[in-house]
């Protein structure tokens, strides 16, 4: 599990806007309703962001980080992978959520996320950049994300795992990597357990090979899900984590 039910993003430096945020319910191509969280700025939006959450699904932590892009300028949308096996419904720490992991399936998961895309862009004030990003298996989602054909501006992928296939070919995320058809901003820390810095400078090396931009940074020290304001040991890290995700949507949004 990345986050627990207590977990809560940090807070960007700098000045923040007005945003709000409210729960709602879309539908994928094939009818299936599953749960979101939307985020807006209460100005003028500098850029579109989809966020995977982790293997909980949408939670709270996904919830406030929505809001905290969203006061950056950023119109933010957090989706639940859960919709088809879950139904709708509160994805807290009652909820159940490995066999439901155990049931995804990639071309589901990005047939919700092409919905998300579609709602995002469709709404009134939408800008014409688009990035997706994503916590642990949202991270490995990001780099398959990464290589459609979506017209994305950019991919970020914090603590991405690498031991899961996950797409129908068969590949890992690392697989995938060298297919990337956007920028990448790639985030780990270096004393994560579950994704050593040997698979890290792995993705940078296939990162290379596809010929886009990228970036991949790795925090000395850092565990997973070090993201956390309750992580103070750990603020530095995450100061420069927020620094370099708002440069990377800056340095990829268009007007």
């Not at 806007?17 to 879309?26: C, K, N, Y």
């Not at 969203?70 to 159940?96: C, I, K, N």
């Not at 995938?176 to 901003?185: K, Q």
């Amino acid at each position: 599990m990345c986050y627990d039910n207590d977990a809560r993003p940090p807070t960007p430096a700098g000045e923040a806007g007005q945003a709000r945020g409210e729960e709602i319910v879309l539908a994928s191509a094939d009818g299936t309703r599953f749960d979101a969280y939307e985020a807006r700025p209460e100005g003028r939006v500098r850029a579109q962001l989809l966020i995977y959450p982790d293997v909980r699904g949408l939670h709270k932590f996904y919830k406030d980080l929505a809001l905290r892009f969203a006061e950056q300028g950023v119109a933010a949308l957090a989706m639940d992978y859960f919709g088809r096996t879950a139904g709708l419904g509160a994805r807290d720490e009652s909820f159940e959520f490995r066999p439901h992991v155990e049931q995804m399936q990639t071309p589901y998961v990005l047939a919700d996320a092409s919905a998300c895309l579609e709602h995002l862009r469709g709404a009134s004030g939408a800008s014409g950049s688009t990035i997706i990003m994503g916590f642990c298996l949202g991270g490995s989602l990001s780099l398959y994300s990464a290589t459609q054909d979506w017209g994305l501006a950019g991919a970020i992928a914090f603590y991405a795992g690498f031991s899961r296939v996950l797409d129908a070919e068969g590949r890992t995320a690392l697989d995938a990597a060298p297919s990337a058809r956007t920028a990448v901003l790639g985030l780990f820390g270096g004393a994560d357990q579950g994704i050593p810095v040997e698979q890290v400078e792995a993705l940078d090396a296939a990162l290379d090979s596809s010929g886009v931009e990228h970036e991949v940074v790795v925090y000395p020290g850092a565990p997973h899900s070090f993201f956390d304001r309750r992580s103070a040991e750990f603020a530095d890290a995450s100061a420069d984590a927020w620094e370099r995700m708002l440069g990377f949507i800056a340095a990829h949004a268009t007007e």
